[in-house]
């Protein structure tokens, strides 16, 4: 049988060796080895237009000039108000603005979008504070939460060792980044983060992972990196189903992190 099976195999590949001579497309068939031609057009008869693609035409989006946001993002956070977001445990957002930014208020808990979202393109600004104080994870700590469960880190990571998959630009816990970009201590730095939502089928099964791009001040420091479950501090993660759209969350660490410049693309 297993000799047949070779036979039939050379037999199909000598058959798409002549089709293509003969300006065919040869496309493997049933089990049995049978050979479904596709006529195609030889190289030297085709046309530039023969792969041109005109419709449908891309819809317009006008970048934003410099920092500013593109004509069709969401914006989360303009420096005026906290309107966009609530308190994580409910109720109001308990965080200060100043000067265009809002800033970790320790003890109010974390801040999270009032509005849930999936796929995104997303851009934010934060700011560890320019005085120094203490050491690991207990300096400039904070965190950006999508669905409320999975975190890219943020902390003061210049010049400031602790464990890789915990530092600036990580997956806390998953993926430590593929570079240190970290600007020193009160210097305004960016995340630009493409998330890909995981999906579910109706029996919750995971259908396909999440996943996180993320260029740091940027510098790309995930590049596509598949989440293997929500975050967790200690244990290994593991998926379980929720909703296709969930707030983006903003960590209260106890450490006066500020953030500015906050917004969103809506991608699918």
């Given amino acids: 049988m297993m000799a047949a099976r070779k036979v039939i195999r050379v037999k199909a590949a000598v058959v798409a060796l002549v089709a293509l001579s003969a300006g065919c ?28 693609v005109w419709d449908p035409e891309p819809g317009i989006v006008a970048p934003g000039e410099a920092s500013a946001p593109p ?6 956070f303009d420096g005026t108000d906290l309107s966009a977001w609530n308190a994580s ?25 009032s509005q849930g979202f999936g796929d995104v393109q997303f851009h934010i600004e934060w700011r560890t504070p320019a005085e120094v104080v203490g050491e690991g994870q207990g300096r400039g700590n904070s965190g950006i939460f999508f669905m409320e469960r999975y975190e890219l880190q943020v902390l003061d990571s210049y010049d ?10 990580s997956i806390y816990k ?25 999906r579910f089928a109706e029996d919750g099964v995971l259908e396909s992972p999440g996943y996180v791009t993320v260029l740091h001040n940027g510098v790309l420091v995930q590049n596509h990196a598949e989440l293997v479950g ?12 929720h909703a296709d759209r969930l707030p983006i969350l903003l960590q209260d660490h106890g450490n006066p992190v500020s953030y500015r410049n906050i917004w969103l693309r809506e991608l699918g």
């Fill in 25 to 52: 497309v040869a496309e493997s068939g049933a089990e049995d080895g049978t050979i479904e031609r596709v006529a195609a057009t030889p190289q030297e008869e085709a046309r530039p237009e023969d792969t041109e």
């Fill in 71 to 76: 004509s069709d993002a969401v914006v989360l």
């Fill in 89 to 113: 445990d409910g109720g109001d957002a308990g965080w200060s603005i100043r000067e265009g930014a809002m800033t970790v208020v320790a003890g109010a808990g974390g801040v999270q979008t």
């Fill in 160 to 169: 400031n060792r602790t464990y890789a998959n915990g530092q600036a630009g």
């Fill in 174 to 198: 998953q993926h430590l980044p593929l570079v240190n970009a970290s600007r020193a201590p009160g210097t305004w730095q960016t995340y630009d983060v493409i998330f890909t939502a995981p």
């Fill in 230 to 241: 929500p975050t967790l501090f200690i244990g290994e993660p593991s998926y379980a189903a």
